[in-house]
């Protein structure tokens, strides 16, 4: 028998969506701060392309991915907010909506895993 997946990949998330909020964090801490560049990590889909987890495989033909790479990068100056005089690039409504679709991913994350390890416990309670 294979082992389970999910809850590997679901800890990735789980580990990316932590890396996401604490540079989040720093922008929102830094939104003051002179010549402060505003940072982000790489797309949670870059870290699915080149993750260890190998996703099980019935076909030869099926997809397969790489080592897990997630890296905080700096984010390019939107048009709204630019580069405010004092050089800083942070747009605090943006970081603002980045932390409400990080809560929302873990949530979501973490209500599938719940729901999933239900599942697995009905079928050995059997």
């Given amino acids: 028998m294979q082992p389970i997946q999910l809850f590997e990949l679901a800890s990735k998330q789980a580990e990316w969506l932590s890396v996401r909020q604490s540079v989040v964090a720093g922008n929102i801490a830094n939104a003051n701060t002179p010549g402060f560049k505003a940072k982000d990590v790489t797309p949670f889909q870059s ?27 700096e984010t390019k100056p939107t048009e709204e907010i630019g580069v405010q005089e004092s050089g800083n690039t942070v747009g605090l409504a943006e970081e603002l909506m980045k932390e409400g679709q990080v809560k929302r991913e873990f949530e979501l994350n973490a209500g599938l895993v719940k729901a999933f390890h239900r599942m697995m416990l009905m079928t050995v309670r059997r």
């Fill in 47 to 73: 870290v699915l392309e080149t993750t260890g987890i190998r996703m099980a495989a019935t076909q030869p033909g099926h997809f397969t991915e790489t080592e897990m790479a997630s890296r905080v990068i």
